[in-house]
């Protein structure tokens, strides 16, 4: 397995991707406006996305970052905001391998670290984040206002 950096070649294989995980959050499939999204992240550099690949060259899954800022630690902060894996290669390690990628990725960047958040019904994922490292925050309420 090979994890690296995004490449605007590889847009077809992580739109498809991006588009499973999306269907995993309950959204409806739309590959075109997937392609059309991350396509703008990536020209735009405004994520970080790095891709797990098996060497048939066949995208595994995939951690996207988008920066943040800590004012009181008065550093950047990487949102976590995005980790899938298909299906056919759950069950190896690929998720920790990108959540690995993206904690190097948070140090070599001198950020303050890397934040996320799930659902409490994510399992997998409630199940994975504290194994890589990560503790969860019982102390702050997290509150969310939709337009």
Do not use: C
């Not at 995004?6 to 294989?13: H, L, S």
């Amino acid at each position: 397995m090979l994890v690296r950096k995004v490449d605007i070649t590889d847009i077809e294989q992580l739109s498809k991707l991006f588009d499973e995980y999306r269907i995993f959050y309950r959204k409806d499939s739309d590959f075109n406006g997937a392609k059309i999204f991350l396509t703008d992240r990536i020209m735009n550099k405004e994520s970080e996305i790095f891709i797990a690949e098996n060497d048939k060259k066949t995208l595994m899954g995939f951690i996207q970052l988008y920066p943040l800022f800590s004012s009181t630690r008065m550093r950047r902060l990487w949102l976590l905001n995005d980790l899938y894996v298909n299906e056919q290669h759950r069950g190896k390690e690929v998720s920790v391998a990108l959540m690995n990628e993206a904690k190097v990725f948070a140090t070599k960047t001198n950020s303050a670290g890397l934040i996320l958040e799930t659902e409490k019904s994510n399992i997998i994922g409630n199940n994975l984040y504290p194994k890589v490292g990560f503790e969860l925050d019982v102390e702050h309420n997290f509150y969310f206002w939709n337009t």
